[in-house]
């Protein structure tokens, strides 16, 4: 009876993400209360900035947004040191030269605050101005067992002696600045592990900001808070995983078993969620109750806020939700307040349709507003699929019916399984460099640690682990497969790499660098130990030749400029040159006619949703860079704001920028894509000002040449006609069109070869979504023939 009531209340809360479990077979009793602390940790955030910046007032959104407890050290020490502790002098003077005050008196303070924080059910604490030396890291977190995450505001120290200046947190911040930027506070900073930075810029920020507010001191200052919060927001913010599809589908299995490959990560059916605060009758369910009773729907804001929660209830990074979002303009909302890192549709055949309407609509058959209810549905399904297709996130699982957890599982490894770049060789320091320095390049995480202890078939499965629940297309591997019965348990289990990095050091060097990190070791052991590593290493790197030669990337070290012994870090990031010139992406041109309808952009849409027809099988995930909103202010980096900002002040129009800006905005866009080795399909190309003051024709498919392999270039013509029924019936829009498509047609049949070109010519094509089916089909059997 009490395993059954047991059973009851965990199925209940299971599917609002409220259930953790720990496994207590053959396992002591002392294992499983380990295990279950580990849910029980805290999560500190160490938010740190120079002297003079308002950190506080940036955790304090934080604490609003994210339900963070925000604790002000540098409010503590003030008001300790103007107390009439004994120890309160010594404070007093450590802030007034900006040294650190020692850990055994600034720790306890910290402490008083967490203790706070938790007895009232706090367990994510963001802790302003903190640490101060490594041996405050060390005292607070020996007393408080947590996860941390130092987030460093990263401001040029011109920049910081100017918000000193302005005196936000008081007039002793220019004298703290200089002791701020001194070697010791500075070593202590990139000492943190785990050191995040959020690259900032007072003149990127005046630009941005500029005439959002007063100019007085409070205007000014909330300006700055408000510009720094939106770049921190974007580092803190949790992921999330959504799981659509329609109903009776089995997004009710698929999202716990995505929640299954991700460490510390649950699910929340949204629907549910609602209805047990409701059923609960918690203050948000019976703000949700009177909503409903008058005929209100309830806002999509407070849905995201129990999300929050739960992600809170143990510290999570990441969630999965079903049941949402339900519209294309709640994504928006959602991309604010969470990072989405993942979307897997369950789609269905016609039979699989059929089926699943069949059980909507049991209870009601004849309900006409049911079948309504259906269709709409289907439609707004649809419109989010496109959407999170032309992004390159969506996963696709192909079914006949509603799936099993075994089958969603295959699809699963199927769908997300990752590319591999290997980074392989015997120097211990510029391999591991270099491998972090191209995981980082690619936005991919850091290459994960496999202890070198285990079994070729263990390794392989512990890596298949971290390569399902990553979230990355790619993952870089350090070093990881170090034997030849190593490279054939990869190959068979992954498949050929995408790129092979070998890091050939001359033995002299290797021997060295060995000697130098090992001192006290015998020069016996020191031989044999090299000789069986180079030994291993050779014949791992020959297995790998015999069976993907074609993947193999050499880079001798002789052949580095950069001295490696004295400079290994420039060594490594010349290295990572080369990578990069090797890890090239490739991207299709859609030249297209526009008007009130932007027929690039539904063409686009068909071949990013379009299916390959048997097997259960799909088409690269494709993403669309349109050119249209490429050029627009508020989604780039800092640097490129302030660059867009400047050029704005001159250009013609928003895309009349320089080749070398044109560039740069290309290259951000493929980097910070789902997949930045593509494919993409960019649209409204050649952009307008090809014709004016702008990169001219030539220029711009120059441009794309430079950064990636042009795949072809599909060139949608159209009749007077079609152009009027797809485009625009405005007889000015048509001569503009014709003029520039004479141009293009001109151009690129001068510059690419025919084989390069995908002509389609739509002469009786009465609208655009089916003329866009069209020339999307006519691209894809291109792309198939080409490759």
């Not at 604790?71 to 040191?81: E, Q, R, T, Y």
């Not at 967490?114 to 903190?130: E, H, K, L, P, W």
Request: glycine letters at 6%.
């Amino acid at each position: 009876e009490r395993t059954a009531d047991v059973a009851e209340v965990v199925a209940y809360y299971s599917p609002i993400g409220k259930v953790r479990s720990v496994s207590m077979a053959g396992a002591a009793p002392e294992l499983v209360y380990e295990s279950m602390k580990a849910y029980f940790k805290c999560r500190f955030m160490y938010l740190m900035g120079p002297p003079g910046m308002p950190v506080p007032k940036v955790a304090h959104n934080l604490e609003e947004k994210y339900g963070y407890h925000s604790i002000d050290v540098m409010a503590l020490l003030k008001a300790f040191a103007e107390s009439d502790q004994k120890d309160a002098d010594s404070v007093k003077q450590a802030l007034a030269k900006g040294k650190p005050v020692d850990a055994s008196l600034a720790c306890p303070l910290v402490l008083s605050e967490v203790y706070r924080g938790q007895a009232m059910g706090v367990s994510n604490f963001v802790i302003c101005d903190f640490p101060q030396s490594l041996k405050q890291v060390e005292f607070l977190q020996h007393m408080v067992p947590c996860t941390s995450k130092p987030l460093l505001l990263d401001f040029t120290r011109a920049d910081s002696e100017d918000i000193a200046a302005l005196g936000f947190t008081g007039g002793d911040a220019i004298m703290r600045t200089d002791a701020y930027f001194l070697g010791e506070m500075q070593a202590m900073i990139h000492g943190l592990p785990g050191l995040a930075k959020i690259p900032l810029s007072l003149s990127v920020i005046e630009g941005r900001e500029k005439s959002r507010g007063p100019s007085t001191l409070e205007g000014l200052e909330a300006q700055l808070v408000g510009a720094v919060w939106e770049r921190v927001r974007d580092k803190v913010k949790p992921g999330v995983v959504l799981a659509l599809g329609m109903p009776h589908s089995g997004t009710d299995v698929l999202a716990p078993l995505l929640a299954k490959m991700m460490s510390n990560t649950y699910s929340v059916d949204c629907n549910k969620l609602l209805d047990k605060e409701m059923d609960r009758k918690t203050e948000v369910g019976l703000t949700l109750s009177n909503m409903l009773a008058k005929g209100q729907v309830p806002p999509l804001a407070i849905t995201l806020e129990l999300i929050k929660d739960v992600v809170n209830l143990t510290s999570s990074d990441s969630v999965v939700i079903e049941n949402c979002p339900l519209y294309t303009d709640q994504i928006e909302s959602i991309a604010t307040e969470f990072r989405i890192e993942k979307v897997c549709y369950i789609e269905g055949d016609e039979q699989a349709m059929s089926s699943w309407k069949s059980k909507f609509l049991a209870k009601t058959p004849e309900d006409g507003a049911q079948v309504k209810a259906w269709g709409d549905r289907k439609k707004r399904l649809s419109d989010i699929v496109t959407h999170f297709s032309r992004l390159g996130k969506l996963d696709r699982l192909f079914v006949s019916e509603t799936p099993k957890e075994e089958t969603l599982t295959a699809l699963l490894n199927q769908a997300t399984m990752p590319q591999f770049i290997l980074v392989t060789g015997l120097s211990t320091v510029l391999t591991p460099n270099l491998a972090e320095l191209i995981a980082a390049s690619l936005n991919v995480g850091a290459p994960p640690t496999l202890p070198a202890t285990e079994t070729p078939g263990e390794a392989t499965a512990k890596l298949k682990k971290h390569a399902e629940s990553c979230g990355y297309p790619f993952v870089v591997l350090d070093r990881a497969v170090n034997s030849p019965e190593a490279a054939t348990e990869f190959l068979s289990s992954f498949g050929t790499p995408q790129l092979i990095v070998n890091v050939n050091a001359a033995a002299d060097f290797v021997e060295e660098e060995f000697k130098a990190a090992h001192e006290d070791m015998d020069e016996e052991v020191v031989a044999a130990t090299l000789e069986k590593e180079r030994t291993a290493y050779e014949a791992t790197v020959q297995a790998f030749k015999d069976s993907c030669a074609s993947a193999m990337m050499t880079i001798d070290l002789s052949k580095v400029k950069a001295n490696v012994t004295e400079e290994p870090v420039k060594a490594a990031e010349e290295m990572c040159a080369m990578v990069k010139a090797k890890l090239v992406p490739k991207a299709y041109v859609v030249v297209a006619p526009s008007g009130d309808v932007d027929f690039g952009s539904l063409v686009a849409s068909s071949v990013c949703t379009t299916a390959t027809a048997s097997g259960g099988a799909k088409l690269a995930k494709f993403t669309v860079v349109d050119c249209a909103e490429l050029f627009q202010a508020g989604k780039h980096s800092a640097v490129l704001e302030d660059a867009l900002h400047k050029a704005s002040f001159t250009a013609d129009a928003p895309d009349c920028l320089s080749s070398d800006l044109w560039t740069k905005l290309f290259s951000e866009a493929f980097a910070s894509a789902a997949n930045p080795m593509g494919p993409f399909l960019i649209i409204n190309f050649p952009s307008a000002s090809a014709l004016s003051s702008g990169p001219s024709i030539r220029d711009q498919f120059g441009i794309i040449e430079s950064l990636a392999i042009l795949g072809g270039i599909l060139h949608v013509r159209t009749t007077d006609e079609v152009f009027a029924n797809c485009c625009s019936g405005r007889p000015a829009d048509l001569e503009q069109h014709k003029l520039f498509e004479a141009a293009v047609q001109d151009q690129i049949s001068k510059q690419y070869d025919k084989n390069k070109i995908c002509d389609c010519l739509l002469e009786s094509v009465s609208e655009g979504p089916k003329g866009a089916v069209k020339a999307a089909a006519a691209l894809l059997e291109f792309m198939q023939k080409v490759e």
